[in-house]
């Protein structure tokens, strides 16, 4: 559920952050910057765990996982920390790759731990706890979301906050 929440609540403010032209504290990118850095995300996340659950599967579900979370923290760290194109961009890659290690590695654990009479339970609770980060994330992000003077900003297209 943490790493679903905190997944959907980076990718609803991250447009955001990435083009923020008008605070000294947002990355000031282009628009096409954004649909390379959105491009190379979804490149990593979504077509790399066809071969990490391969790896997956040969190495072990706990070292899949550990690198995974490993790989999501040091993204964040990452994103949070560089400000030029090339730095941000490889927060995302690296961000994008732990996530695609953590949806094989999870869900080979929870198949292998799980019983025929159980496995229908449990794959209710699975989907269930990660539709619950991902409900949450969003809703989530519009409270913590800031401007630098810690006022909240009712508007993401407003250039100033009430």
Request: net charge positive; charged share 15%; glycine share 10%.
């Amino acid at each position: 559920m943490f790493e679903r929440l905190s997944y959907y609540l980076v990718r609803s403010v991250v447009a955001i952050y990435i083009m923020q032209a008008d605070d000294p504290h947002g990355l000031h990118f282009t628009a096409a910057d954004k649909g390379t850095i959105y491009a190379l995300w979804f490149a990593f996340q979504s077509i790399l765990p066809t071969f990490t659950g391969g790896f997956a599967d040969r190495y072990g579900y706990k070292r899949s996982l550990f690198l995974a979370i490993t790989g999501n923290v040091l993204g964040y760290c990452l994103m949070a920390t560089q400000r030029s194109l090339l730095g941000f961009t490889f927060g995302i890659v690296v961000l994008a790759t732990g996530t695609a290690f953590f949806k094989p590695a999870l869900q080979g654990s929870l198949a292998q731990n799980l019983d025929r009479k159980s496995s229908s339970l449990g794959w209710g609770i699975f989907y269930w706890v990660v539709n619950v980060g991902a409900a949450i994330g969003p809703m989530l992000a519009n409270f913590i979301r800031h401007d630098y003077r810690g006022r909240r900003c009712s508007s993401p297209r407003r250039r100033s906050c009430r």
